[in-house]
């Protein structure tokens, strides 16, 4: 997407929101169930936040703002990365 925004390409933006990332709030809904309780709440945040800022974007393609996007973009990928550090890598 980063490239999308950079050249302005509202088009395939407001796509790929619509499209493979339509499903994403139902995919973060399950990793979160999926989680110990502890961490569930943290990580219900920053799937909340995700999402807002993916609203953020589609609002910014849709006035063809690309610093508005791009800030919502590099806000949604640290809130992923966040969220992705939730996620245990090692069963006991």
Do not use: C
Not at 2 to 12: A, L
Not at 64 to 79: E, H, T
């Amino acid at each position: 997407m980063d490239g999308f925004i950079e050249n302005e390409e509202w088009n395939n933006i407001k796509s790929l929101i619509h499209g493979p990332l339509g499903e994403l709030r139902f995919r973060l809904a399950s990793v979160t169930r999926s989680l110990e309780p502890s961490l569930q709440k943290s990580a219900g945040n920053l799937a909340d936040d995700i999402l807002d800022e993916i609203v953020g974007i589609d609002a910014a393609a849709a006035n063809f703002d690309a610093i508005a996007a791009a800030g919502q973009y590099v806000r949604m990928i640290n809130d992923f990365d966040s969220f992705i550090d939730l996620i245990p890598t090692e069963f006991e």
